[in-house]
Nanobody, 124 residues
């Protein structure tokens, strides 16, 4: 069982930056791949970024490549999402999620544990 708590969301102007954090409970954090997803009003939840257990491989949706960076600190049981050059279309509730099994890193149904979400609002 893993409990996830996101923080770091807020209101930022277009072109600005935010760093989201996701703190995980439990002693097995390093055994989970971790992902970030987002959901804008009226839209389905979509994949943003993911990182494997050892931080060796990262994955990004095309719209955030070159702007967002996912990282993790297994000693601190925390995964991060550094978001730069933010755009109004990045506005959404951002969720972190933990995936205990092999399989697609991009599919939300592969993730067993989810945080409560943190709001990111980018003004134009």
């Amino acid at each position: 069982q893993v409990q996830l708590v996101e923080s770091g969301g807020g209101l930022v102007q277009s072109g600005g930056s935010l760093r989201l954090s996701c703190a995980a409970s439990g002693r097995t954090f390093s055994s989970y791949a971790m992902g970030w997803f987002r959901q804008a009003p009226g839209k389905e939840r979509e994949f943003v970024a993911a990182i494997n257990r050892s931080s060796g491989t990262t994955y990004y949706t095309d719209s955030v490549k070159g702007r967002f960076t996912i990282s993790r600190d297994n000693a601190k049981n925390t995964v991060y999402l550094q978001m730069n050059s933010l755009k109004p279309e990045d506005t959404a509730v951002y969720y972190c999620a933990a995936k205990p099994r092999l399989g697609s890193m991009l599919a939300s149904n592969e993730y067993d544990y989810w945080g409560q979400g943190t709001q990111v609002t980018v003004s134009s």
